[in-house]
């Protein structure tokens, strides 16, 4: 009888170490193009807050990257869910599933490599200090000890420690625009593109002006979760056609009066 119960016992567990093994084959053969294409959509992830390259007009996101996620959309066969998000969140919300990519003008970083992948760049820009016409202020190495605003999460952060600047940090850079306007900071880092368009967008931009040249290059691409690697392959074969067949420059030049960024 013990034997027996023993026997019971050792099949019951290799049956169980079976459906185990079997569970684990299967998730890893998931395709990750498939899996899009089977839902018929492509969901990617912006700020929102981003003008022009992805910001919200009447209800509905519009700009430079979500023209891009059409176009690779449409290649794809599937439509685009474009969703907005708290930028300082958008990486953990990729790596658990909730989008398909971050496509929200996200610079390549070593840093930020070692929790996803990343496309080829789809364009160029840097990082730009702004600050208020009437400051005073024509170097960026004046700033030390002043306070300068930043979106959370972004590189513009050890941009404004390195000029030995209080860091004051803010949702989007809608905010960080508006704060120094209105004078509760002594300045701004962001990308050129970006105060570009907001000093001649928003009420009392005419008051700002940009201040010294581009502080550094960034590159920017697509970020992919790093199991998606079907995905990946396929957006930056998709990526490339764009820019060869001259989208990615149309895109550009109707989203930036003109300027083609996508090349270095």
Known sequence: MLFRRIGVLVVAILALSFVLTGCGESSKEVDSLKRVQDSKELTVVGSGGY??????????PVGFDVDTGKAIAERLGVELNYVTSDWDGLVEGLKA???????????ITEERQKEVD?????????????????????????????????????????????????????????????????????????D???????????????????CGE????????IAINKADTELLAE????????????????????WLNGVDVTTK
């Open 118 to 190: 990343f496309t080829i760049p789809y364009y160029y820009s840097g990082a730009q200090l702004v600050v208020r016409a009437d400051s005073g202020i024509t170097n960026p190495e004046e700033m030390a000890g002043k306070s300068i605003a930043v979106a959370t999460g972004t590189n513009f952060v050890q941009d404004a420690e390195s000029l030995g600047a209080t860091v004051q940090t803010y949702q989007d850079d809608n905010a960080t625009i508006m704060e120094l306007i209105n004078g509760r900071v002594d300045g701004v880092i962001t």
């Open 192 to 210: 050129k593109l970006v105060a570009i368009d907001a000093m001649s967008t928003i009420q009392g931009g005419e008051d700002l002006m940009l």
């Open 51 to 60: 003008k022009p390259f992805n910001f919200i007009e009447e209800g509905q």
């Open 235 to 254: 957006i930056n074969k998709i990526l490339q056609e764009l820019h060869d067949e001259g989208v990615m420059t149309e895109i550009s030049k109707k």
């Open 97 to 107: 599933g909730r989008y398909d990519g971050i496509l929200g003008s996200m610079a």
């Open 214 to 221: 581009i502080m550094r290059l960034e590159q920017m691409a």
